[in-house]
């Protein structure tokens, strides 16, 4: 022990004894040294200091060390840089709210209505953001149907032009300053004796008008005035109800229980009344497998959405219309034993019209006439027609109202001349509405506007009218919004807000409340009003919290409709009245004749600044991002203007001359118009003084940037036609007399997604029949199956496409999951709402007015609208015309009255796709599921995918659309707030890439995703594409080809599906029912 | 050693001795280069940087600079590219399978013939490179090995046949018109007095001794490689022409298109020969070299090829009526009386009619005419390929979709580009190679040149 002890002692000590140096200066412990070693770090001073403090670069060194140092440094430095990726900053949630989880969308119910359009609707949102909107197909009176403009306007939440803040006199102000403000004033006017006028649009709210009444008391129910105003007025109608039973309201129609419907003008499927929930009603009876099919006889001017999906559609001129009803009367009452009353019926169609007669005659009580205009005189002979037909109390309810269009024209008119005579004290004018825009006499309500002491818009944006308001209280979008509405009798819905507020606004109730000094939230407020409302119900066992957050849920709530106060007794003094004012009515001398009416993108302008709506073709003459004259074909051919428009054939100018009034438009030469008549879109022209209202509001050049007219002033789309609207018979009349058509200098470009207008005698790509035809003719007459020669066993045998194959089948059939499409041509009507959804849903891009023009449009959805042409190669051949010509003859469309078929046309997803085999890196292949992709990522833009589809429904991305200048005006995505209404779930596609139709692929995966969560089979119906959804006639229908028992089996092994162009063999997924016309 | 008939014209004109075919070709190296020549590649030079600036400016910015739409994905693009394939057609012909069939007359020509080809695939080549919308991932037609896991390219996919077609068809033409340098590069290094000169021509020529072991070996390469690039000629055009052909667009998808676009490359190929070698005879003063009769063999090809160009195109509208298929016929009846008529009226004159002159003995002798018409089945050409891309795209099987091209002046910049660039590397290929394979033609010069074997001997 001691002996290891002391051995390990001595290593020690001779461990401690040992020195070690590291250079011979420390050995020798120079003097130098000693110094040195004082100072840990050698050098006295370091030279980078030097080098940077120094500012005469010249007197520095820099020894080699340094320079090692100093490169060192700046590689790494510049390494780092080019490393750098964008640092996005996101913040957990510190407490997770319960209803949100990032990655899955949480669903609202709401409301929208905006005096045009009323829907129920579910909002998703995903993180807190809307970014889609769909129909409620559960609880709401449209069925789930609704309009691109109302799938659209999440876009308009997102608007960067919205206000910011409340505004006094141009400038930002806070709320404090302008209820302070705006309140001193108020009492000021009230005391004054002033009247305050409340300009609104038709209010269906019961809440808001519960919040006018308190203003009103607070300010005195004398000096309050409300005065509603439709931007779009149908009056008439309601008008008409007056003269005819007494009581001015609008009844309810129901479409579905009509097996005739006569329409004389009136477009039901996009902007008369209630047209939400006419689609639906209207599609139920077109189905032409049931029994029996409706049949609907559209007579009209302008070839309307409603016009090109009737039976038969007659074209007559504005002025005859009220004589074809007058005739329409008489024809009726003919066959009914009714009053004639004598007319003259010189150029009226009237064998269409008798024929249209018997049918009324023959389902009397089953059928519905309604009529377009908003001349009250004609309303009234429209509610005699229907009375004599019984149809009251059956196809229009007399217990049920509908409530909206409330805006009464004539005192609209009153309130501006009051204005001017200084009597209106304050006027507060809600944010629906733009009077400065919309009114025909805008520019004298403008000048009237300024003689008011107090004006306040609740307006979002500085619009034209808010503009010229010296208060500017912003209101909410209304998915920021609370509120209730009561469209028609018995049903109440809720709208709920789906996103907190964006910028610093208030609704406008609020604001009112607080003025009124009520300080409650808004809604608390509703909710109070509808504690109010059932409590006065009396039933005693009411629990009123579960009704309210089941009214929430659902969206809306029914209730029992009361007994109705009135009978549908005709006034027969009333009718003998308007039949002497609609004869004396008879039409003016004069040249031409125009038709003012709303497309379906922009309705009355409040969308002007959306992008997907301006990008949206119009339905009928498939134009974008413009309003224009359309004229028929061969009106426009005597007059010398231009036929064939598109890409780089621009449209010739015309200036249009009513009553003084002027405008310079392009002339669209559209088949179907009435000759000796022309039809204008309301709703262009925003912003024509420059008001900030949105990007894509106005004009872009070809290269990006706004085109400027000559004093450097932005260029709105388009132009306002609303000041060629004339007040006739108290009432705004929309169709115009003595027009004059003057070609003006210059040409104009027209974007236009569709330039071949006719079918070329294509019946693989469409198919239709009739009605008659279809319910007595076998299968292979109608739907003839393309059958091709094969030589087989030494003979020639026919044989059907689908059993000739070329290729080895994809193992999809009876393998998991086969997806499938079905569309239906008889029941879809065109009206595109499922472009925008799918525009909303996909991310597509907004590429603006160039870019259509040339052809480019990214719709991955189009609905291609074919008119019928007066040549068919048998008819080319009966007339030895030569195939050269008849093929040319067969290019031009039906001038007079074509028919129209719509076919929406997106990516087939063949199973035996022709894109999938040329492209060289497989970026685009078939899934074991059947679907088509693509593969972003790996593309490299040959293009060749494109060439090689049949459809031409590929879509390719020609420049950076998310980041080149050219599309910052008109593209969502790269502004910074619109930018939120991306769906996360689909990639924003690069420049470069092939992109087109995924049958939603996002939502198949979810809804895989989500059935295996739960551990089920995937029921059908479970998962559903965008467009499928937003079809307001249930025409689409998406499913699992292999699960035996889906709809979508069903619809494949229909007798009237079909595949288009089978012979090509290409074997798509998707399929359409062939289009039946009841003609 | 080959043997020709004394009452045969001689292929080489002009009492030539060995030594003049050296300093004739080799003189235009060593001496100052003309005006003309510095005028020329001057103009060609500001043309192809228009050409490029133009390239430049489409790959920053995207394929929307061009006119495509989404009906009609390729136009000018695609139609430059098969047109300058079809170029590239002679050179390989011209050597390799007139090499095989033993035409001694080849040999005055297929050296700028083989430089032409070069040029004129390396122009080719570009299209299906600028056409992509991401170029920078074009790699990703290449079967190669990656991480991407099974990931590979679509061998169905007539388009990767394309690259690997040209991709041969470029490296073999290369080496072939390498090898043949390589004793001209010698002879060039052997008279050069400039050091630098020396030197690089020393290094072209691979170290060429001229001895006899060199010449065996270098007649064995050459054969086999005119037996390697003989089916390359073939296989080139005939796969372009699947990239149509496989496609399911009437218009494009026709039986006919191998043979078809094969002729017609040859025809193009000869045609721009002759639109070469007709300037440059004049400016080099080749005449002797390339003569009359030359043309006039050009010629006959140029008639065979564009009668079976024109027997393809009547078939083509015999078999789309034939056919009894309405998008077929359509296609076919819009290709000649629809809004691209012109085009199509083009092509039939240039391409079946004009070559049609050449019966005419007069004609076909006659350098001017032939200098005309050259251009002329150049033109046809272009617009020979133009219909079959842009007239059966712009209307195919679905009307919604139908519409027109217009090229914008990027389209037009990068095609004209394309042709300054051909010939700034041709200029420069005239003023630093050597045009006539000068070793070749001495052994033609003993054969033909009886009078000189008497003479001398």
Redesign the interface.
């Known amino acids: 022990m001691s002996l290891l002890n002391q051995g390990l002692h001595e290593y020690n000590s001779m461990a401690n004894d040992k020195k070690y140096w590291v250079g011979l200066e420390e050995l020798h412990e120079t003097k130098e040294f000693q110094e040195s070693s004082k100072n840990e770090f050698t050098q006295s001073s370091l030279s980078v200091d030097d080098f940077l403090s120094e500012t005469d670069l010249n007197k520095t060194s820099t020894n080699r060390r340094d320079f090692l140092k100093f490169l060192g440094f700046s590689v790494t430095a510049a390494t780092i840089a080019a490393c750098e990726t964008p640092v996005i900053n996101s913040i957990p949630y510190v407490n997770k709210p319960e209803e949100i989880t990032p990655g899955v969308p949480t669903y609202y119910a709401s409301t929208y209505f905006d005096g045009t359009d009323y829907g129920s609707l579910v909002v998703k949102t995903r993180e807190g953001r809307p970014i889609f909107i769909k129909g409620n197909k559960k609880h709401g009176i449209n069925n789930g149907a609704l309009t691109s403009r109302i799938n659209s306007s999440v876009l308009s939440l997102y608007d960067n032009a919205r206000l910011k803040n409340p505004r006094i006199e141009g400038d930002d102000a806070t709320w404090d300053e302008v209820d302070r403000n705006i309140s001193e004033k108020l009492d000021a006017i009230a005391e004054a004796g002033k009247e305050i006028t409340l300009l609104t649009g038709t209010i269906i709210s019961p809440s808001t008008q519960s919040a006018i009444t308190e203003f009103k008391k607070k300010y005195g129910e004398d000096k309050v005035n409300v005065v509603t105003y439709d931007s779009i007025s149908q009056y008439g109608i309601r008008k008409s109800h007056e003269i005819s039973f007494g009581k001015a309201m609008i009844p309810h129609f129901d479409f579905s229980k009509a097996k005739v419907i006569v329409s004389v003008a009136a477009d039901f499927m996009d902007n008369w009344l209630m047209h939400t929930q006419y689609v639906p009603q209207y599609a139920k009876n077109r189905n032409p497998q049931s029994d029996w099919m409706s049949k609907h006889y559209q007579f009209e001017t302008r070839l309307s959405l409603t016009g090109s999906n009737a039976d038969v559609r007659v074209p007559v001129k504005a002025s005859q219309q009220g004589m074809v009803l007058l005739a329409l009367h008489n024809e009726v009452a003919k066959r009914t034993g009714g009053n004639q009353e004598s007319v003259s019926t010189d150029g009226l169609p009237m064998k269409r019209i008798a024929a249209a007669a018997d049918d009324l005659f023959q389902n009397r009580g089953k059928s519905l006439v309604v009529a377009g205009s908003n001349n009250a005189h004609e309303q009234v002979i429209v509610n005699s027609i229907n009375a004599m037909l019984g149809n009251y109390g059956n196809t229009i309810s007399t217990e049920v109202e509908t409530f909206i269009k409330q805006g009464n024209d004539a005192e609209v008119l009153e309130l501006t001349t009051k204005m001017k005579s200084g009597r209106v004290g304050a006027l507060l004018i809600a944010g629906d509405i733009n009077p400065s825009y919309s009114l025909p006499y805008a520019d004298d309500f403008n000048s009237a506007l300024e003689k008011v002491e107090l004006t306040v818009s609740f307006a979002g944006k500085a619009d034209e009218t808010a503009s010229k308001c010296g208060f500017i209280c912003p209101d909410n979008h209304y998915l920021e919004s609370w509120n209730d509405y009561y469209p028609v009798t018995g049903h109440y819905a809720l709208a709920q807000p789906t996103i907190n507020r964006l910028f610093n606004t208030r609704q406008f109730q609020e604001s009112l409340l607080k003025w009124s000094g009520n300080n409650t939230s808004y809604h608390d407020y509703v909710k109070n009003v509808w504690q109010e409302y059932t409590s006065s119900m009396g039933d005693e066992g009411f629990l009123f919290d579960d009704f309210w957050y089941n009214a929430l849920r659902n969206g809306s709530v029914s209730v029992k409709v009361p007994k109705s106060e009135w009978s549908p007794e005709m006034n027969s003094d009333a009718l003998r009245q308007a039949v002497s004012k609609v004869k004396s009515a008879s039409p003016k001398s004069g040249e031409f004749e125009v038709v003012l009416h709303t497309k379906v993108g922009i309705g009355d302008g409040s969308h002007a600044t959306n992008p997907w709506l301006q990008e949206l073709p119009d339905p009928i003459s498939k134009v974008t991002w413009d309003n224009y004259i359309a004229m028929n074909p061969a009106d426009a051919e005597e007059k010398g203007f231009k036929l064939h428009l598109g890409q780089e054939l621009p449209a010739s100018l015309a200036k249009v001359t009513v009553k003084g009034k002027s405008l310079e438009l392009p002339v669209v030469p559209q088949p179907g118009q009435k000759r000796g008549t022309v039809s204008i879109a309301l709703g262009y022209g925003r912003g024509a003084n420059g008001e900030n209202i949105g990007k894509s509001a106005f004009r872009t050049g070809n290269y990006g940037g706004y085109d400027k007219d000559e004093n450097g002033n932005k260029i709105p789309i388009g132009k306002n036609a609303y000041p060629l609207v004339v007040f006739e018979d108290e009432g705004a009349n929309y169709n115009l007399t003595g027009a004059t058509i003057e070609p003006a200098s210059g040409t104009y470009a027209i974007a236009t997604t569709q330039i071949q207008h006719t079918l070329m005698g294509r019946d693989s790509v469409v198919k239709e029949t009739s009605f008659s035809f279809f319910k007595s003719a076998p299968k292979e007459a109608y739907n003839k199956p393309h059958e091709l020669s094969v030589h087989e066993d030494g003979e020639t045998v026919k044989k059907n496409v689908d059993d000739i194959d070329l290729w080895a089948q994809h193992p999809v059939e009876g393998v998991g999951h086969r997806w499938g499409m079905s569309i239906d041509l008889s029941t879809c009507i065109g009206c595109s709402a499922c472009v925008t959804a799918c525009h909303s849903e996909n991310n597509v891009p907004v590429v603006g007015k160039d870019e259509i023009r040339r052809g480019r449009d990214m719709h991955w959805l189009r609905i291609d609208r074919y008119y019928s042409s007066e040549m068919d190669l048998e008819k080319g051949e009966d007339q030895d015309l030569g195939v050269i010509d008849t093929y040319r003859e067969m290019e031009v469309p039906e001038y007079e009255n074509p028919t129209t078929v719509f076919m929406p046309m997106m990516c087939q997803h063949c199973n035996h796709a022709p894109c999938e085999t040329v492209c060289p890196v497989a970026a685009t292949t078939h899934s074991n599921e059947g679907l088509n992709q693509m593969t972003y990522n790996r593309c490299i833009g040959t293009r060749y995918c494109a060439n090689n589809c049949p459809f031409k429904v590929r879509r390719f991305n020609w420049f950076n659309y998310k980041a080149y200048d050219k599309f910052a005006e008109v593209n969502p995505s790269q502004d910074a707030v619109a930018r939120m209404v991306l769906n996360p779930d689909v990639t924003v596609r690069s420049r470069g890439v092939m992109e087109k139709c995924s049958m939603c692929v996002q939502r198949i995966q979810a809804g895989k995703l989500d059935a295996k969560m739960k551990g089920e089979p995937l029921e059908d119906g479970a998962i559903i594409t965008a467009c499928a959804e937003a079809c307001p006639t249930n025409a689409i229908s998406f499913g699992d080809l292999n699960d035996a028992k889906s709809q979508i089996r069903d619809d494949e092994a229909d007798k009237r599906t079909y595949h288009a162009l089978a012979e090509v063999g290409v074997k798509p997924s998707m399929s359409y029912k062939l289009k039946v016309r009841n003609a | 050693m080959h043997k020709e008939a004394a009452i045969r014209e001689p292929l080489i004109l002009g009492d030539k001795t060995y030594h003049d075919i050296t300093a004739d070709v080799v003189g235009p190296i060593e001496n100052k280069a003309p005006r003309a020549w510095y005028i020329l590649i001057t103009i060609a030079g500001l043309i192809s940087l228009w050409g490029l600036g133009c390239i430049v400016y489409l790959i920053a910015?995207?394929?929307?600079v061009w006119?495509?739409?989404?009906?009609?994905?390729?136009a000018w693009d695609i139609t430059n590219f098969v047109w300058w394939v079809g170029i590239g057609h002679a050179g390989t012909l011209i050597s390799a399978v007139l090499l095989l069939f033993r035409q001694k007359w080849r040999m005055a020509i297929n050296r700028s013939a083989e430089a032409m080809t070069i040029f004129a695939v390396m122009m080719a080549a570009l299209f299906?490179g600028i056409?992509?919308?991401?170029?920078w991932?074009?790699y990703?037609?290449f079967p190669l090995p990656n991480t991407f896991g099974s990931?590979?390219?679509?061998f169905?996919?007539?388009?990767?046949w394309d690259?690997f077609a040209i991709s041969t068809y470029f490296s073999v033409s290369l080496v072939f018109w390498y090898i043949g340098l390589i004793p001209d590069f010698a002879t060039i290094r052997d008279r050069m007095t400039k050091p630098l000169a020396k030197k690089i021509y020393g290094l072209l020529s691979f170290g060429w001794s001229g001895k006899a072991k060199n010449w065996t070996r270098f007649e064995e390469v050459s054969l086999v490689l005119a037996g390697l690039a003989t089916p390359l000629v073939f296989s080139v055009h005939s796969i372009v022409s699947m990239?149509f052909a496989?496609?399911?667009?009437p218009g494009w998808h026709t039986t006919i298109f191998p043979p078809y676009f094969v002729s017609g490359a040859v025809f193009s190929g000869f045609a721009m020969v002759l639109t070469l070698l007709l300037i440059m005879r004049k400016v080099m003063k080749l005449e002797n070299y390339i003569t009359i009769k030359h043309v006039e063999y050009m010629n006959i090809v140029i008639i065979v090829t564009g009668s079976i160009v024109g027997v393809a195109y009547i078939t083509e509208l015999f078999i789309s009526w034939y056919s009894g298929?309405?998008?077929e016929s359509?296609a076919f009846?819009?290709r000649f009386?629809g809004p691209y008529f012109w085009a199509y009226w083009a092509m039939m004159t240039c391409n079946v009619v004009s070559p049609q002159l050449f019966w005419f003995k007069k004609i076909r002798t006659n350098l001017t005419a032939t200098f005309i018409l050259s251009i002329v089945v150049n033109i046809g050409m272009w617009f020979e390929r133009f219909v079959i891309i842009v007239t059966s795209?712009h209307?195919?099987?679905?009307?919604?979709?139908?519409?027109?091209f217009?090229p914008t002046w990027v389209d037009i910049g990068i095609f004209i580009g394309t042709i300054g660039i051909f010939f700034t590397l041709f200029l420069l290929f005239a003023r630093f190679f050597p045009v006539l394979a000068l070793n070749e033609l001495k052994s033609i010069l003993r054969v033909s040149g009886e009078k000189y074997k008497k003479e001398d001997h």
Do not use: C, Q
């Not at chain 2, 209307?395 to 027109?404: C, E, L």
């Open positions: 910015t995207g394929i929307g006119g495509l739409n989404k009906t009609v994905g390729w299906p056409h992509m919308g991401r170029i991932l074009a990703f037609v990931l590979w390219v679509n169905n996919s007539p388009l990767l690259v990239d496989t496609s399911v667009i298929v309405e998008y359509y009846i819009n009386s795209l209307r195919d099987y679905v009307p919604s979709s139908w519409s027109m217009y």
